[in-house]
């Protein structure tokens, strides 16, 4: 079974652009919100926010015991990268974020923890020819290309996302993030598979899952759901019931069972340690739901592609 982590940033402040929800927190505060989380059993640091003390995180981390499901570099910040990070036309920007990438990379290490995962929101454009595109992938292969070798026991992972706060983001889909990570050829890149974003981006998350995994570059799984209009960061299955099950049966058949699941789950005005328990707890029958489900029996409805007997089929498993 998959265990379950939340992003630390989301422990803190949250706001939007018309309204501030929760107030910031320190990293002690967050963290001891975090131990309050029913079903947690670890974290997703934010960097730089969680690393300004290194020596602080580590003691806080132990003294909680905590889990690291993964790091997660935020590649977009106020005052820097305004034109994108990794696919920045300037050589001198690239190499800042390439460098602070591999301090990430080596702090990330020294916590025994193997996976990054950074959401390149301002790689992108707004307008038509506003970039170009052929420049712009050459630059993010060869700062990733980088990023990568220095050190192969690292993954790093792309969580794509189609808009935000471009119209247009240079990684978008799960598809362009797994030709992206062929282009490049490096083993240790790969995919973050967002549900959010994928259902945002017209995609079913199953199928997304099957793709990148069949890529060999399904690195890791943030769970949330929206209603297809926005990334909401909503509890899971808020809209998209069965195709939650879909994806955590189609995960379990791809071997993505024993590895994290990160919550991008937003709180606003409710509480913070009560919504992500019960982000865990739906997650965790949604998965009992999927559990359900009678291999043969499946394949079979799969192979006659018949909707009239495989979605009554589904509701037989919730008993009805």
């Known amino acids: 079974m998959n265990r379950l982590s939340v992003i630390t940033a989301f422990l803190g402040g949250t706001h939007n652009r018309y309204m501030n929800y929760q107030p910031d927190r320190s990293l002690e505060e967050k963290l001891e919100m975090a131990a309050r989380i029913e079903g947690l059993d670890g974290l997703e640091l934010a960097y730089p926010a969680d690393f300004q003390d290194p020596a602080l ?3 806080l981390l132990a003294r909680h015991e905590f889990g ?3 790091v997660n570099f935020r590649s977009r910040r106020t005052g820097m990268w305004w034109r994108g990070s990794f696919s920045s036309a300037s050589a001198a920007e690239r190499q800042e974020v390439v460098d602070d990438l591999r301090r990430c990379m080596d702090l990330t290490a020294a916590l ?3 996976r990054i995962t950074t959401c390149p929101l301002n790689d992108g454009v707004d307008a038509p020819f506003e970039m170009d595109f052929v420049q712009a992938w050459d630059d993010a292969a060869e700062a990733f290309s980088a990023i990568c070798a220095h050190d192969r026991a690292v993954r790093i992972c792309i969580e794509y996302k189609i808009s935000d706060p471009r119209a247009r983001c240079l990684f978008g889909t799960a598809g362009e993030v797994a030709a992206f990570a062929g282009i490049v050829g490096a083993d240790n890149l790969g ?7 994928a259902i945002y981006a017209g ?6 899952a099957a793709l990148l995994a069949k890529a060999g570059r399904l690195f890791y799984v943030h769970l949330n759901d929206n209603d297809g209009r926005w990334d909401w960061d909503m509890l899971p299955g808020t809209f998209h019931v069965w195709e939650f099950v879909e994806l955590f049966y189609t995960l379990r058949r791809l071997g993505y069972d024993d590895d994290w699941y990160s919550f991008d789950v937003f709180p606003k005005e409710v509480d913070t340690v009560e919504n992500y328990s019960a982000a865990f707890a739906l997650t965790r029958k949604l998965e009992t739901i999927a559990g359900r489900i009678d ?3 499946m394949a079979t ?6 909707p009239a007997r495989t979605v009554p089929y589904l509701y037989s498993l919730l008993g009805l």
């Open 68 to 70: 690291l499901s993964g």
């Open 57 to 59: 995180l580590q003691d």
């Open 301 to 306: 409805l799969m192979a006659e592609r018949n």
């Open 191 to 197: 995919a973050t598979l967002d549900i959010g974003h």
């Open 112 to 114: 025994g923890c193997d």
């Open 295 to 297: 291999d043969a029996r």
């Open 203 to 208: 995609e079913n998350a199953a199928q997304s």
